[in-house]
């Protein structure tokens, strides 16, 4: 099969916080023009399978992926696995123990939010009664709908962002122990949205550097939520530590009408797309 049409390798579904079910997302991908799409939820691959029969039916071809929840010098970091065997021991195992970090730490949030008075039990019976893995995104969603709050962003600024009442610090592994578990996997390591993280030029140069050491493969140096002046940053930095390019839309909601499924702008000139010698 030929790699024709668009390439988008970062996507959520509803099993993490995507609004549309694995087949409907790889459904509207292949509307899109896309043809090679990874399906790439926060720390569980179970979408994976219903993906993948359904790109199989419409001629896309589904890059099995991830997106691991990790930790650099108290930083939360995404990285992504792409072209992972989701069956490879390791990462069953450090998917499974993502699984219970996730489930932990909404019951903790759960209960800051109980502290500022808010009904932090209904909360958190609405988010375990959802499908997928418990996200922040679930819980804003839940702040939402109980007349909490008018929008999931105003979830983040009033209790679930970084310093506010109900946020929880997660004990993600080590971005190493990500990269780790995707080579083990088969599959190859790229930094989701290296721009978003709030760290200094140098900061940012460090991680990069670190990520490569422990054998990460690539950074998204095009993605949906962030503008172009961010894809030469991102460029520059892939140049200097060796690393190949990955791009993706990071789509969650079809209503999120400016962030729809493979609007990307082409990788830059010099780049070496991570998908070329994989996709005949
Ligand atoms: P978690 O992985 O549980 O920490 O949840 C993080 C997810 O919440 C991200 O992947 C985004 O989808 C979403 N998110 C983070 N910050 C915001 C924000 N300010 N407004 C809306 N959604 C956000
Ligand atoms: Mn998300
Ligand atoms: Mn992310
Ligand atoms: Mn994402």
Partial sequence: MSAGGIVDLHTHSTCSDGFLPPAELVERAAAAGIG????TDHDTTAGL???GTAAARLGVILVPGVEFSAVWRHQSIHILGLWIDPSARTLRAVL???ADRRRVRMRRICAALTKAGLPGDELLSTVEAKPGLPTRSHLAAALVAGGHVHRAEDAFRRYLGRGKRAHVAAEWPPIEEAVAAI???GGVASIAHPARYPLSSGGRRKLVADFAAAGGSA???I?????MQHASANAALALRFGLRGSLGSDFHDPQLTWNPLGRLAKLPDGIDPLWRDRIL
């Fill in 36 to 39: 090679v799409l990874a399906l």
């Fill in 49 to 51: 399978a219903e993906a």
């Fill in 96 to 98: 499974n123990d993502q």
């Fill in 183 to 185: 080579r083990e996997a």
């Fill in 219 to 221: 950074l998204e140096i």
């Fill in 223 to 227: 993605t949906g939520a962030n503008g």
